[in-house]
Structure formats: structure tokens, C-alpha cells
């Protein structure tokens, strides 16, 4: 019987993620203080993150994920309010950036005792925006829970002229190296041989 699994994620899109691979698994969000230390790196941060929150919960295996959308070196998180977002968005017209997710699995039973860890990089390409864009976009309320406040499987893919690396991991779940470290962890994907 596979090993039992639990997301430590509120976010709904993490969850349907790991759907699309067909694990069964509990979901017991962390709640975890995700500031930003002063002068901290953003692979340093969305790696400390991610690894705090897979250690806040209790389960067989663990997954914890962090998303960040950095610009110029700056962390852009999620944003405070619709004023935030729309600073976000204004910044990030017309630019590129990139998106950092840190995925860490932990296995604490028995003497298998494990804490895997993966930062994965995609770089996004939005387009010029126009004001009324940005107010439109702030106004549907997509924007606020966020990094970086957009969606890019969302009304904010109309916003996203390129990428390059993994879709999923803009989305939060970077799905390759996910499948990767559950199985390194020991948890039996369900294309392996039983
Ligand atoms: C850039 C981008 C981010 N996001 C989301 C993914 C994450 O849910 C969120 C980043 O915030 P996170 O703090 O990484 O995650 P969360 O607070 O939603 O959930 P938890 O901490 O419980 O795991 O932004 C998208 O859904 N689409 C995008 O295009």
C-alpha cells in the first residue's frame, strides 16, 4: 500500500495538480510566517519557505511547496491589497521575470528518513499592459492570492506573451521534479512496476 500523503498547501492549485498524477492524498495546510528575511536571496527564501512548511505538518510523506515571482532581484510574494497588485502588474509589464518554486518532501517514518528539496526556475514574458488592463485585471480579484499577482492558468495568461521551463511550476507545482523527489522519497509513482 503506498505510504500516506499529505499536502501541506492551502492552495487549491497544488492540490489539482497533483490530482492530474492520481495520488491520493490528505491536505493539512501550514501555517508558517513566510516574510522575507532582509537581503535574503529568493532561492534561498522560497527553499526556506517550503521546507518550513513541510516540517509544520505531520504525515507519512510530506510535500510543501513555495512560490515567488522575482524581478531584478526583487521577491514579489502575494500581494497586500488591489493597490499592491496593481504595482505588481506595473512592474512587471512589458519585462520578464522569473518564477521560483521550492518543492521539498519529507519522510520522517521509520529509519527512512528523508528531506528531499528541488528549486525549479521558469522565465515569464508579459506584455506592454494598458491601465485599464491592469484595473480590469486587479477588479476580478484573481490577482490577490497570487505571487506576483497574476494567474497564467487564469485571465493573467492573456497577460504572458512567452515562457520558457516548466508551466506547472508557474502554477506552483513544478510536476516533473515533484513526481521525481516523491519517488526518490519512496513513494510508488503509479507508472513504476508493483
Ligand atoms: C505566478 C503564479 C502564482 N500562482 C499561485 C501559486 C501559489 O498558490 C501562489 C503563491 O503563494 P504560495 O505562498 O507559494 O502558496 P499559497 O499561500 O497559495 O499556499 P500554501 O502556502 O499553503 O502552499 O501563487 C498561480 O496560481 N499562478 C501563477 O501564474
Same mark, same amino acid.
Given at each position: 500500500?503506498?505510504? +500516506?500523503? *499529505? !499536502?501541506?498547501?492551502?492552495?487549491? @492549485? %497544488? ?7 492520481? &495520488?491520493?492524498?490528505? $491536505? ?68 520578464? +521575470?522569473? *518564477? !521560483?518554486?521550492?518543492?521539498?518532501? @519529507? %519522510? ?7 528531506? &528531499?528539496?528541488?528549486? $525549479? ?74
Amino acid at each position: 500500500m503506498a505510504p +500516506h500523503l *499529505v !499536502l501541506a498547501s492551502q492552495s487549491p @492549485r %497544488r492540490r489539482e495538480l497533483l490530482a492530474q498524477l492520481g &495520488l491520493a492524498l490528505e $491536505v493539512r495546510p501550514a501555517h508558517t510566517d513566510e516574510s522575507v528575511r532582509p537581503g535574503e536571496p529568493a532561492r534561498d527564501y522560497v527553499l526556506r519557505v517550503a521546507r518550513e512548511k513541510a516540517r509544520a505538518v505531520a504525515g507519512e510523506i510530506v510535500l510543501a511547496a513555495d512560490t515567488a515571482v522575482v524581478l531584478g532581484g526583487e521577491i514579489l510574494g502575494k500581494p497586500a491589497d488591489a493597490a499592491d497588485a496593481a504595482r505588481m502588474l506595473g512592474a512587471l509589464s512589458g519585462t520578464r +521575470h522569473d *518564477v !521560483l518554486t521550492a518543492v521539498c518532501v @519529507r %519522510r520522517v517514518s521509520g529509519p527512512l528518513g528523508v528531506e &528531499l528539496d528541488a528549486v $525549479v526556475r521558469s522565465e515569464v514574458r508579459f506584455a506592454m499592459l494598458t491601465p485599464a488592463q491592469v484595473a480590469w485585471y486587479v477588479a476580478t480579484g484573481e490577482p490577490l492570492d497570487k505571487a506576483g499577482a497574476y494567474a497564467i492558468q487564469g485571465a493573467g495568461g492573456a497577460f504572458v506573451e512567452a515562457i520558457a521551463g516548466s508551466v506547472s511550476n508557474v502554477v506552483g507545482l513544478p510536476l516533473a521534479e515533484t513526481a521525481e523527489l516523491l519517488r526518490r522519497a519512496g513513494y510508488p509513482m503509479p507508472w513504476e512496476p508493483r
